[in-house]
């Protein structure tokens, strides 16, 4: 079998191959050493799209892709593969691309792809995608005042329809497909940085600094072990006196909980998204200074079938666990200003939720309320649980929150390098449940109250450290009665304030 090409694709709103620095240099001489990944040197790629008009959009992208990787792949003859590394946006763009042309058509047997290495990639989207067009380019120091385009802004924005869609697919038709397994497996890795470079943060927009991810990209969005959870209310009884139903529609029953593949995911320390002293591409030299990025993209090169792309994943989760033991949490960083500044980086998850109704109506009247211990009271949520919230401005009902893993599982106190503490000890308050309150008054057609019941009585149980959590909330449309009535009076009478009546 021929060895594969190296392919490279850039994230968004870049304009120059420059954004790749030195990595592919630096591969190309790795790859030529003895030892080193089996990969065909003398065919280096890299990619170049435009992702800073408002007309394209990802999938525009990935169709652009497809024609042109058939160009690469028909220029070196034969039925050659490629290994394709990717920054930031490019990770959903391949994904699209191997989602659109090989695994939907039921082609993965014929996928050139052998290998699919994302750098910090934006697989669940991005926080600062929401900030629009003119301020991401005013961080210049991350985007180099280049306006990104609406229609791959609209893609990356937290919990939009487009990246929920490719991802719920990844969760339940991927399993399935088993793409390191075969006799034309596709290995697909994720690496990505938690650190923030202060020399890049931006002080007005504190999403450049939040912890949990690597300024651009959250830990738990570039992870793509993540969990579907569906909850539903039931109909209501006909028949019953509204006390009665409102009661029994009261608690949300589990519908669906399901996992997605193991997929290797590896934190790699002290980088971050961007920049050539941290940037997890970026700070890469062409020369034999040890560098995380080059030691983990080769190690993932490296595999050749489903043995060792398991190996890579215990090697990658048990990594990721001493990294951010407790006790490691604690980023020392010199900043003139505040010499006694810390920053502990918490274990994050990334909840997703999709409020709609049994007809389909995306819900974006109702108040959804996180709750915490035996009474489900929001006042009991443990300090410091909640990092962000943050609903998609185009998709009604569509809400993503960013926990604080450590703060609701509950932590041991952090002390510093003298052993004086830092942060006393988080103590967890479970069981953690939701409430949804529907808004406004009552109504002809509505929908009633609900909370965590039946099947599911910890939401902890469902949100892992550093993965997303997409969970649909199901609610029954009531239509009232007073929707449609007869009356046998012949004389003219209205009808405006009569009384919604009973459920039906």
């Not at 391949?94 to 090989?102: P, Q």
């Not at 009604?396 to 942060?423: K, P, T, W, Y």
């Not at 939701?434 to 909370?451: C, D, I, M, S, T």
């Not at 909330?473 to 009478?493: K, N």
Request: charged fraction near 25%.
């Amino acid at each position: 079998m021929s060895r594969p090409l190296l392919v490279f694709v850039h994230g968004w709103s870049v304009t120059s191959t420059s954004t790749y620095g030195q990595l592919p240099a630096r591969l190309r001489r790795e790859a030529g050493r003895r030892g080193g990944p089996g990969l065909d040197v003398a065919h280096v790629y890299l990619g170049q799209y435009v992702s800073f008009r408002d007309e394209v959009r990802v999938e525009d992208i990935a169709r652009a892709f497809e024609h042109a990787i058939g160009q690469v792949l028909a220029g070196a003859g034969g039925k050659r593969r490629f290994a394709c590394v990717t920054h930031s946006t490019g990770g959903p763009v391949v994904r699209e691309w191997l989602d659109r042309y090989y695994v939907r058509p039921g082609r993965l047997a014929e996928c050139p792809l052998s290998h699919l290495v994302m750098l910090a990639p934006a697989n669940f989207g991005s926080a600062l995608a929401q900030l629009g067009k003119g301020r991401l380019a005013g961080l210049k120091a991350w985007f180099n005042g280049v306006e990104p385009g609406q229609g791959v802004l609209d893609w990356l924005e937290l919990a939009s329809p487009e990246s929920l869609s490719l991802n719920l697919r990844w969760i339940h038709e991927y399993p399935a497909l088993g793409l390191t397994r075969g006799a034309n497996p596709v290995f697909p890795f994720v690496l990505s940085g938690d650190a923030i470079d202060r020399k890049l943060y931006d002080h007005v927009n504190a999403y450049t600094g939040e912890t949990g991810g690597d300024g651009v990209v959250r830990l738990a969005a570039a992870n793509l072990n993540a969990r579907h959870v569906v909850l539903e209310q039931p109909p209501a009884p006909a028949g019953e006196s509204l006390p009665t139903a409102r009661k029994q529609l009261r608690k949300l029953a589990l519908r669906a909980n399901v996992r997605s593949a193991r997929t290797a995911f590896r934190i790699l320390p002290g980088l971050s998204h961007s920049g050539t002293d941290m940037g997890i591409l970026a700070s890469v030299r062409d020369d034999d200074t040890p560098h995380p990025t080059v030691e983990a993209v080769l190690r993932c090169l490296a595999v050749q079938d489903e043995a060792g792309y398991q190996r890579a994943c215990d090697e990658f989760e048990a990594a990721n666990a001493l990294h951010q033991q407790p006790a490691r949490r604690v980023e020392v960083e010199k900043i003139p200003v505040l010499p006694d500044r810390r920053y502990i980086h918490d274990p994050h998850s990334m909840l997703v939720v999709r409020l709609l109704d049994d007809a389909g109506t995306r819900l974006g009247d109702v108040d959804l309320l996180l709750t915490a211990g035996p009474a489900g009271d929001p006042n009991q949520l443990p300090e410091g649980f909640l990092t962000d919230r943050q609903g998609n401005r185009r998709a009604a009902g569509h809400v993503s929150f960013f926990l604080n893993h450590a703060a609701l599982a509950g932590c041991e106190a952090i002390m510093d390098e003298r052993g004086r503490q830092l942060r006393g000890e988080r103590i967890a308050r479970p069981p953690y449940g939701l409430k949804l309150q529907p808004r406004g008054p009552e109504k002809l057609v509505e929908h009633w109250p609900a909370e965590l019941g039946a099947g599911l009585d910890d939401l902890l149980g469902v949100i892992g450290p550093n993965q997303t959590t997409i969970i649909d909330i199901v609610l029954h449309r009531v239509v009232r009665e007073g929707v449609f009535r007869f009356t046998r009076s012949l004389a003219p009478r209205s009808f405006s304030k009569d009384p919604p009546g009973g459920a039906i």
